[in-house]
């Protein structure tokens, strides 16, 4: 039987991939979201809490779904798909941060210390914002449950395949049964005796069947 391939390393590339997709979403939406008017902001609450809740959920949808695009059995690509989460939330937070910077007129070259001043922020606020992690896991819960979705079906699908492949190898290997008619009995008959096939099927000699002559 083949050795099918967990399909692990490929999950992992995707996943890397789909989590830098997921950021470049976020830090997009957040470098041009105050462009849009005070009531679009407001619409759904306060946009401290629920703009960054649905750019993690859409994220964390990218990086689910992405796993669906690879065959993979793995138990480990699912917390891979929430430390991928994780990682397209904080990338995207500071990325945004460093594009809104950008967006209203901050010079490039010190993009790379905002980067590091918009980094320490986040890590601040991650330590005392319970509003964070409820963002972080609007991203991961998606991610996560899509992922394992996808590897459980998987799993059940080689499953059922390789059981499907053993049985046929098992009645490929098995002897025919022998062959017998339909009429023919199970045990042969028994034989006669020699004497009684001798006496009815052998023709009688009339000179040594007439008694001798007695005088």
Do not use: N
Not at 51 to 75: C, Q
Not at 94 to 118: C, D, K, N
Not at 124 to 139: H, R
């Amino acid at each position: 039987m083949s050795q099918r391939r967990s399909g692990l390393l490929s999950g992992l590339v995707v996943g890397f991939i789909a989590m830098l997709l997921g950021a470049a979403a976020y830090a997009a939406c957040a470098t041009f979201f105050y462009r849009l008017p005070h009531e679009a902001r407001w619409f759904a609450g306060d946009p401290a809490v629920v703009f960054p809740a649905a750019l993690s959920f859409v994220a964390g949808l990218v990086i689910g779904l992405a796993a669906w695009a690879v065959r993979t059995r793995s138990l480990l690509l699912p917390m891979a798909a929430l430390l991928y989460a994780v990682g397209a939330r904080a990338l995207g937070s500071v990325a945004g941060a460093v594009g809104l910077r950008w967006e209203q007129g901050f010079p490039i070259s010190g993009l790379q210390e905002e980067a590091a001043r918009a980094g320490l922020a986040l890590w601040s606020v991650a330590q005392t914002s319970w509003q964070f992690w409820a963002t972080v896991g609007a991203a991961a819960v998606p991610a996560f449950l899509l992922t394992l979705v996808r590897v459980l079906r998987m799993r059940r699908k080689t499953t059922t395949a390789e059981t499907r492949e053993a049985r046929t190898l098992e009645a490929e290997e098995r002897p025919d049964p022998e062959y017998r008619d339909p009429f023919e009995p199970l045990q042969p008959p028994r034989p006669t005796s020699t004497a009684a096939a001798v006496g009815l099927f052998t023709p009688h000699d009339p000179g040594k069947d007439v008694p001798p002559v007695t005088r």
